[in-house]
């Protein structure tokens, strides 16, 4: 179940049983879950990118798929922020700390952090694409040099939903990243932040980014990626540069099951992290 | 190792032989239905199945890719009781497998299953069954049926996929032509049951051969058939058939290449005992493309009855180099609503 180990040698269902060491709310209805793999060694072997996923085991419910939210720059613990919506997620929720879950993976091609070296981001996230998305923010944070210009646009429906809300207020006032939080409706009144859709911090961004040497990154709600990925564009930032990821129905995670098949293309492996210009023409992607 | 030659009347003889040896897998009639089942003794198979042309009606994908299968049991306090290989070896009785009277487009269909399950992640489950699996193929020298439509998907001459594959070069005789090391252990091991082969049988099995090229006749022409299902995407032909089709996925069940399956968990009354399975699946489902939070990326009927069109015809060829498709019409014969995959596609074409 690692990486670096060649994926051939994965049999197929092998999982392994991981330790949840904190549970907390996010929201009403998501919380983050920190898991550590029980078999220390196999811990130090768990090597992954961001954008990567993981499966969840258990026993008498079944298995789901996750995306990692941590960093792999912090070592020995992995991460997850997961929201209640089925059967699955229901009993996980009913675990408590100290309670074990078989995890196998990590699955599918996460963000190659390495090739953004030295280039402005732009991270656009929108209600749980702040999952994904916390895993490429730690990562910058901890290697902030290696970057230029980074920012970070998170939107939320209201306050109440912002997902990892007290790890970004934090994340702001650190300002090792531009962070700027929005959320569509501020019904508290209270709300120090920016008021109004994600999309509209973008245009302000043109003229503090080099465009040719910009990457952004978005992951959010289906609705989100046409109107962000089209104040992108009017930034000039080239196709091939703005780098999405997408989420799709999963059984095996293994390229054999054939849920996750967009476009001639498995989500799972090839995905879950696409580039805008090779997915441009695919239909019914979003 | 050369080819053999084995007498038409032998074959129960082999059949019986290889019980001894191996779990037999042969065609028989269940309720009247051709099926490939295990058999005990050559009493049991239905060899006017294979030469009066009939096809099963499930392919062999369905001892590597059954139905249902048990991925792995567990006991909720004890954990794993019986893992993925103990069971696929109990299925199999820890033996060897041989399917007999395998028909070339169902080699063929064996052959895109095998590629796609060895590739990225090699998936255990099925190739532990597909590896052990002796496929015994039977010759067609000329379409078994009206909805025989291999010659155009080019299926009914596989070069691999199969470890013997027997023709018919007179009514007693047939040549027994090896291609894998499973193949020629097959001959190797019975050596009573196969005759040395004469000039005369080579000139008979060339003649057959000829034989089965004249017969076989292209419906239509696959070649540019990526193209035009993709440049159809918006053409109103999907819903002409999408109001006749039930959405039932029969089509998709008997398919010799359809592949994809779910994970189900299944639980004792007690819940102290399950265990995860896997099920077929079909793209023609509605919960197929769905995910959490109610998002259905293919929401319509149409979308989903394009979909498998798609992926068939577009997809796996642009991919792996070959269609979903090996022209057994299964998917016509067992379609309730009538749909003939022959006419989308001749419509897409627009030869129809």
Sequence with gaps: ?286 | MLSKIISRQDLPKLIDALTNDFLVIAPTYDKKVPTFSEVESSSEVEFDILFNEKLPMLPPKKVFLPAKQTVFKYNLIKGVTDSCDEISDAVTHNKNVVIFGVSPCDVSGVGVLERIFRDNYSDDVFLRLHDKTTIISVNCLDHCYENCFCETMSSNDPKSGYDVMLTEISKSKLIAVPNSDKGKKILRDYPELFSQISEKDSEAYIDALNLKNKNFKTEFLVEGLASHVEDSFESEIWKEFTEKCLFCGSCTFVCPTCYCYTVKEIVSVDLKDGERQREWDSCYFPEFALVAGDHNFRETKEQRFRYRYLHKFVDLPRRYNFEGCVGCGRCVTYCPANIDVRDVLKKIIGVM
């Design chain 1, 1 to 286: 179940m690692t990486a670096s180990k060649d994926k051939e040698e994965i049999s197929t269902y092998k999982t392994q049983p991981a330790e949840i060491l904190a549970i907390r709310d996010l929201t009403d209805d998501t919380r983050y879950f920190k898991l550590r793999c029980k078999d220390i060694t196999m811990n130090k072997d768990f090597q992954y990118r961001p954008g990567q996923f993981v499966i969840f085991s258990l026993p008498g419910v079944g298995e789901a798929t996750f995306s990692l939210s941590s960093t792999p720059t912090r070592r020995d613990f992995i991460e997850f922020g997961i929201r209640k919506v089925g059967s699955f997620t229901e009993a996980l929720f009913k675990l408590k700390k100290g309670d074990t879950i078989d995890i196998r993976g990590p699955y599918g091609d996460g963000f190659e952090m390495e090739d953004l070296r030295g280039r402005d981001l732009i991270i656009v996230s929108g209600g749980l694409g702040a999952v994904p998305l916390r895993s490429v923010l730690l990562y910058i944070e901890d290697r902030r040099e290696e970057y230029n210009k980074v920012f970070f646009l998170n939107g939320a429906r209201s306050p109440k939903d912002m997902l990892y809300k007290r790890d970004f207020i934090a994340m702001n006032q650190r300002q090792i990243i531009d962070t700027h939080l929005a959320v569509d409706e501020d019904d508290t009144g209270e709300w120090p932040y920016n008021v109004g859709f994600v999309t509209q911090l973008i245009p302000k961004l043109g003229e503090l980014i080099d465009s040719e040497n910009t990457t952004a990154i978005i992951c959010g709600p289906p609705i989100m990626y046409k109107f962000v990925i089209q104040e992108l564009l009017k930034l000039n930032i080239p196709k091939d540069q703005i780098l999405m990821t997408l989420e799709r129905r999963m059984k095996c995670g293994q390229g054999h099951c054939g849920h996750c098949a967009v476009g001639g293309r498995y989500t799972c492996l090839e995905g879950p992290v696409f580039t805008y210009y090779d997915v441009q023409h695919i239909k019914e992607l979003i």
